[in-house]
């Protein structure tokens, strides 16, 4: 998973390791890697299935990523797609 030598609070690290396996929660969704596929951008869905929004070769900011499915899912769902008021959590 994320590794122990994570220096960031942005998606990864800064120290130029190579994030083989990253799984990273932000609101609405996830941040995803597995290596050597590309970072992505996944929404959650209120009924707990996800969809992958976006895809990025070069590893993405995370308010770049957080901005994007959060907007995408206020657009779907407006607030019926958070977590604690759909019971999910």
Do not use: C, H
């Amino acid at each position: 998973m994320n590794n122990s030598y994570s220096t960031s609070y942005d998606v990864g690290n800064k120290k130029g390791f190579e994030e083989a396996y990253y799984l990273k929660r932000i609101s609405r969704g996830f941040v995803f890697r597995a290596f050597p596929g590309p970072w992505q951008a996944v929404l959650e869905k209120p009924d707990g299935s996800v969809e992958v929004l976006k895809e990025y070769k070069d590893k993405p900011r995370l308010r770049e990523v957080a901005e994007l499915v959060r907007e995408e899912s206020y657009k779907r769902y407006a607030i019926g797609n958070d977590r604690w008021m759909s019971g999910r959590m």
